[in-house]
């Protein structure tokens, strides 16, 4: 059984830095994207990042580029997301996902369960 288990989330001031995990178990996930979602309350689901399993592409929403860095440990079986000059509207709920396709868009299979980021002004 596939589990996505994030941790790390937390409040933070405007400015400040969080990474947050995801901890990935279940299967073997070298074919897989790995992804990182947010949803702020009253708003859709978003896309933030994402990045192979296997050789380590990265790919990233303009809204976080050279603020959110994504990452994986092949060893530990986790994938990173480090936070850098927070802004209060990245406030959110945080996901990780899984997708097993030759890109990054398209629907994900796996889901965590979320961890909340909450950035103060």
């Known amino acids: 059984q596939v589990q996505l288990v994030e941790s790390g989330g937390g409040l933070v001031q405007a400015g400040g830095s969080l990474r947050i995990s995801c901890a990935a178990s279940?299967?073997?996930?070298?074919?897989?994207?790995m992804g990182w979602f947010r949803q702020a309350p009253g708003q859709e689901r978003e896309f933030v990042a994402a990045?192979?399993?296997?050789?380590?592409?990265?790919y990233y929403a303009d809204s976080v580029k050279g603020r959110f860095t994504i990452s994986r440990d092949k060893a530990k079986d986790t994938v990173y997301l480090q936070m850098n000059s927070l802004k209060p509207e990245d406030t959110a709920v945080y996901y990780c996902?899984?997708?097993?396709?030759?890109?990054?868009?398209?629907?994900?299979?796996?889901w965590g369960q979320g961890t909340q980021v909450t950035v103060s002004s």
């Open positions: 996902a899984a997708r097993n396709g030759l890109y990054y868009k398209g629907k994900y299979d796996y």
């Open positions: 279940g299967r073997t996930f070298s074919s897989y994207y």
């Open positions: 990045i192979t399993w296997s050789g380590g592409t990265t």
